[in-house]
């Protein structure tokens, strides 16, 4: 059996449920103890905190991917990463998902899909404790799309980005979860640029 907090506030908000909707109905008032912790949980989250967390994982994942690109990426290259590394479904339908939730603009072009305002970064960076799993994934899948183009420039393999988008993608991520890489991350740009002149 679940034991349930002893605070004041959870007594004081037991009494009140059960006076003014249990109508002295105990099973109402058992089914709202045992659900007490995700009501306080709800209330404790942004709405839009809420709506990001309801989505499915696969929008969550192309949030992430939004999120790590400063808020917005051409619909070509999010094709190509999600065919590549995600093999998540259908994209236009998680888009569709994405749309009818707001999560992303309406008015995004045919060229380019667009966050519908800044808080939805914000509220996703504030509350990463509840998609940190996703986030993490991203993240690696993202670095791993980038180092992958920046070892085989070379090579002339086909990839989803250029070199250049590499390193600045490379930035942008990192300087969101792992800074500390910068450092060698230009270590390595300048060693490049010097071995090219």
């Given at each position: ?35 007490y ?99 993490r994934?991203?993240?690696n899948?993202?670095?791993l ?30 300087a ?12 390595e ?9």
């Amino acid at each position: 059996i679940a034991t349930k907090p002893t605070s004041i506030r959870f007594n004081l908000d037991a009494m009140h449920h059960y006076e003014t909707c249990s109508n002295g109905n105990l099973r109402d008032l058992l089914d709202y103890v045992r659900n007490y912790e995700n009501e306080i949980f709800e209330n404790e989250i942004s709405s839009t905190a809420q709506l990001i967390v309801k989505l499915s994982d696969e929008a969550k994942c192309i949030l992430a991917i939004l999120v790590f690109s400063g808020g917005e990426i051409q619909k070509d290259k999010l094709f190509v990463i999600w065919n590549s590394y995600f093999d998540g479904g259908d994209l236009s339908l998680i888009i569709e998902e994405l749309r009818a939730t707001n999560i992303i603009s309406d008015e995004t072009s045919d060229l380019v899909l667009s966050i519908a305002h800044a808080s939805i970064i914000d509220t996703w960076e504030k509350n990463l404790h509840l998609f940190s799993g996703i986030d993490r994934i991203v993240y690696n899948r993202l670095e791993l799309i980038c180092t992958h183009t920046l070892e085989n420039a070379d090579v002339g393999t086909g990839t989803s980005i250029s070199y250049y988008d590499a390193w600045q993608y490379l930035l942008q991520i990192y300087a969101k979860r792992e800074p500390h890489k910068i450092k060698y991350l230009l270590e390595e740009f300048e060693a490049g640029l010097i071995s090219d002149l």
